[in-house]
């Protein structure tokens, strides 16, 4: 029994790596006062360009450099238009995540038509060491390791330093900060500008930090699962950690039904949206509020 | 004596607005001077011109003897300018001393060395027997507690010439008494002290010099020793403000507000307002005095319907209530001047016309069948601009873009407009300028007249006496007493301020 629920935990983390990594960076734009539903395109373009890039350049380091570069150039653009011109955040974010979609589907179907069959697996990143647990071999690389490494470094960040206590005072009164000399926007770009590039290195940990191709859309809505992770941990980076945590086990969750082909009601298709169900109840029943008083409102002070 | 700041004929000019006019005037060291000007004058945008806020659009600054450039705060800051703003800017959810450490480090690296900051802040607020304690949330202290915070601020940067714009305005007559010992001790130190305020007596109290401004022009200054008040409302207002109310006795018997036995918790489940009973007739003032933070925010958000009412009811002419909701509120004919503009009573970033008409936009004749009405909107938001004097270039002018008192001028005449049965007000004259203030007192006399019962609740003991017909005094939740304005006795007020029960007491 206690094995099991080792097995669970573990191979949630594991799961929920990408989703743990993304969140840790999504969590601090949040807490800055914007709104970022972004984060699912910047993954997907991550993930794209990682691939990509480890593909055509043989090394999984230029690789993640790329996919990083691809998220930064996403999140730059989107981050411009809602920081600095105020756009509409929801309406900007759509616009984001549609045209990543659209971007890495044309890219790939041209990639795919220059590669030959089989040629189209990227380097990726072997596993650190593997875990035995029996029934399955889990791999841990070092994405695994990063993400648990971000959760206390996001606490830290947010609590414990200069700059966590200026996101902090920006997300709550920007008017207050920027009377303080705190450059409001600039501080705003640059939480959007972290969690862009940290989402994009999530992507990367799902190409090649994980299955070494690309698949359109592959992200699957894991940019909104963030999203959704860091309202039910109420802003906090601990409360996110812990609804990435319960998301990436009821994958595990999932995948168990799966490979081991568990009867349940429904069967495949209510298997698939166990995750989704289990965030939405999580949703729905948790303790919600705490959000940032300025979140969501765009700055409208002179600073620069 | 050393002049440690001059203005040379300085111009701020907004797309639309002239706010500032070639104004020159100096300040020297260990030198209190006072900046006077109706609202819209003129005098935030002036003292955030000096504080690197805004840049002037003509015009010269010299900080002892040097000519310079702010374009930031942060230049103003190394130049030993501290500033309080008109409107509180403090973190709610944070701490004193997060809020005071805000934008600086407190070593080498990033680390927040709160401890650090603690000692520091605990040490500075001994000194100037500020009592503070540097780990409470700005949200747990009271308004008096947050101004001595917004001081700190400046102290904690090392300020030597300290701005403060309209300090005292939110203040308790005893914290701005506790205030102005502060600011002289201040002075004594060698500080030199910008201050604004609409109040004469406080000028006359601390003031050296008295800088006027008229529509952003300079319209004089002078030595305090040689002026008075009424010289300075004339020159200001250009003519006598004379405050002289008559208090109509009340002639109806009708009772339109009754509060039977109510009990208010806070979010803690702390009893704010503990089984109060009064009632308001048709055309009568009742006002209720008191030290700040005893249940006055309490008292008329629960009769707003902001507020859960525990227990007790609230009786609306004939209608009994045990809760209530702001929709309500209006329905009964209900106006509320609520005590903060900017979280309850203003859209900023609306204009000037969509704040007057807000509350009554779903009913004629704002709209008809859920069709609004902008023609209606537009000329009924140009008439009140006229009749309250609010100062902006048109009703389409964003709210935020107008003077502190402008503001508070949108929400009074918006509440008074309506002909309500009954008026919440709470405040009303905060941050306005004489004339304004003036013109607001006799609109609640003139509204209580035609029939409305006003609850008027103020921290300034001299408004009610002006105006109230009956005075209560609250103290903890409880009314101490309510006493006739025909025979009060100033000292037996503030007795039942400090909580001692009246014996004069109706009931
Ligand atoms: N950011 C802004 N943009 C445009 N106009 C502005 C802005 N800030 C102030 N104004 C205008 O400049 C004029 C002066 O405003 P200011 O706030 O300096 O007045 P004030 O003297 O401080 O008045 P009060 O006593 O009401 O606080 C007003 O007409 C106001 O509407
Ligand atoms: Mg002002």
């Known amino acids: 029994m206690l094995n099991a629920i080792i097995l669970f935990i573990l191979s949630g983390l594991v799961m929920g790596t990408p989703l743990l990594i993304m969140s840790m960076g999504g969590v601090i734009t949040e807490r800055s006062g914007t709104l970022n539903l972004g984060l699912e395109g910047t993954m997907l373009t991550g993930a794209f360009f990682s691939y990509y890039f480890a593909i055509t350049t043989g090394s999984v380091w230029l690789g993640l450099l790329g996919g990083i570069a691809g998220g930064l150039v996403i999140a730059l653009f989107h981050g411009i238009a809602m920081i600095y011109w105020n756009t509409n955040q929801v309406v900007t974010a759509v616009a984001i995540n549609m045209a990543a979609l659209g971007i890495t589907n044309t890219l790939m179907g041209k990639f795919s038509m220059t590669t030959s069959a089989g040629n189209n697996i990227s380097p990726g990143f072997e596993p650190l060491f593997k875990i035995n647990l029996g029934e399955a071999i889990i791999g841990v690389n070092w994405f695994f390791i990063l993400a648990l490494i971000m959760i206390p470094l996001t606490w830290f960040v947010i609590q414990k330093t200069t700059i966590g206590l200026a996101i902090r005072a920006v997300g709550e009164y920007p008017t207050a900060a920027a009377t303080m000399g705190i450059r409001v926007r600039r501080v705003r770009m640059l939480c959007f500008l972290y969690s862009g590039a940290i989402a994009a290195l999530a992507g990367a940990a799902l190409t090649i930090g994980d299955v070494r191709v690309f698949v359109n859309n592959m992200t699957a809505g894991k940019g909104f699962i963030a999203f959704a992770c860091i309202v039910f941990g109420r802003y906090t980076a601990m409360g996110t950690a812990f609804g990435a945590l319960v998301f990436g086990i009821s994958e595990a969750f999932r995948n168990y039904i799966q490979i081991f082909a568990w009867s349940i009601p429904g069967g495949y298709m209510t298997s698939i949206m166990i995750p989704y169900i289990i965030t939405l109840l999580l949703l729905i029943f948790s303790k919600q509020g705490n959000a940032p008083k300025a979140w969501a409102i765009p700055y409208e002070g002179d600073d620069n | ?507």
């Open chain 2, 1 to 507: 004596m050393e002049t440690v700041l001059k203005v040379e004929n300085l111009s701020k000019i907004f797309p639309k607005v002239v706010a500032n006019d070639n104004v020159s005037f100096d300040l020297k060291k260990g030198e209190i001077v006072a900046i006077l000007g109706e609202n819209g004058a003129g005098k935030s945008t002036l003292m955030n011109c000096l504080y690197g806020i805004y840049h002037p659009t003509k015009g010269d600054i010299y900080i002892k003897g040097e000519k310079v450039k702010l374009t930031k705060i942060e230049d103003a800051e190394a130049l030993g300018i501290g500033m309080v703003h008109q409107h509180f800017m403090l973190v709610e959810d944070l701490t004193v001393a997060e809020n005071i450490i805000l934008g600086r480090k407190t070593g080498i690296t990033p680390y927040l060395d709160l401890k650090k900051v603690e000692k520091a802040v605990k040490e500075l607020s001994d000194r100037y027997n500020f009592g503070l304690n540097p780990k409470s949330k700005i949200k747990d202290l009271s308004v008096g507690t947050r101004q001595r915070v917004e001081i700190l601020k400046m102290l904690y940067r090392n300020a030597d010439i300290l701005i403060l714009d309209e300090a005292t305005a939110v203040l308790t007559p005893q914290e701005t008494v506790e205030l102005f010992k502060t600011l002289k001790h201040f002075v004594d130190e060698g500080k030199s002290i910008l201050m604004i305020t609409h109040k004469l007596e406080e000028v006359m109290e601390l003031a050296d010099r008295v800088v006027v401004l008229i529509d952003g022009k300079m319209a004089g200054s002078v030595n305090r020793v040689d002026t008075n008040p009424r010289q300075l409302a004339n020159m200001m207002v250009g003519r006598d403000v004379l405050m002289d109310f008559d208090i109509k006795p009340v002639v109806h018997d009708n009772l339109i507000l009754q509060v039977k036995n109510l009990t208010v918790k806070n979010n803690h489940g702390l009893e704010k307002i503990k089984n109060l009973s009064f009632e308001i007739k048709q055309g009568e003032i009742l006002g209720v005095a008191g030290v700040d933070g005893n249940g006055q925010a309490e008292l008329a958000e629960a009769l707003t319907g902001l507020m859960k009412i525990d227990k007790g009811e609230i009786v609306i002419g004939e209608k009994v209530f045990t809760h209530l909701k702001p929709k309500m509120i209006y329905e009964q004919g209900m106006s509320h001047i609520p005590q903060d503009r900017h979280e309850r009573g203003l859209v900023l970033d609306m204009t000037v016309n969509e704040n007057l008409a807000l509350e009554g936009i779903s009913h004629v004749p704002f709209s008809y069948n859920g069709i609004i009405d902008f023609k209606y909107i537009k000329s009924h938001g140009k008439a009140m601009i006229k009749d309250y004097n609010i100062k902006c270039y048109d009703g389409s002018c964003p709210t935020k873009e107008l003077s502190g008192g402008n503001q508070q001028k949108v929400i009074v005449a918006r509440e008074i407009d309506r002909k309500p049965n009954i008026i919440i007000a709470v405040q009303p004259t905060r941050g306005l300028d004489i004339g304004a203030t003036e013109f607001v007192r006799n609109k609640l006399l003139e509204e209580k007249e035609r029939g409305a019962a006003v609850l008027l609740i103020s921290t300034e003991l001299e408004e009610i006496l002006m105006v109230s017909n009956r005075i209560a005094v609250i103290h903890e939740g409880e009314f101490m007493g309510v006493i006739d304005n025909k025979n009060v006795d100033i000292l037996e007020l503030g007795l039942m301020m400090t909580g001692m029960r009246g014996d004069k007491d109706e009931k």
